[in-house]
């Protein structure tokens, strides 16, 4: 018979968290489709969108900063060879 009470109390636990972990996640997915999180859905992704923008253009002024750079050293470099050849 105590086997019997341990093994339904355990089980009636078991079902118990179950059940409301589940309420839970239910409740939390439920909450995105509300306007409130919508709205914070809406001001993550813009945000995230901000930061990748600001990073694709921080890096694609560092590499035309880089590309000038290069570009300049080798019309010097050529204008200095060709300078030279020319004497």
Do not use: C
Request: glycine share 10%; proline share 1%; net charge positive.
């Amino acid at each position: 018979m105590f086997k019997r009470l341990i093994w339904f109390s355990s089980g009636a636990l078991s079902g118990a968290a179950g059940s409301w972990y589940v309420k839970r996640r239910v409740q939390e997915k439920l909450r995105r489709f509300t306007p409130g999180g919508v709205r914070e859905q809406a001001a993550t992704k813009a945000k995230q969108a901000t930061a990748s923008l600001k990073t694709a253009v921080d890096e694609g002024r560092r590499l035309a900063k880089d590309y000038n750079e290069r570009t300049t050293e080798a019309d010097s470099a050529s204008r200095a060879g060709a300078g030279h050849s020319a004497h």
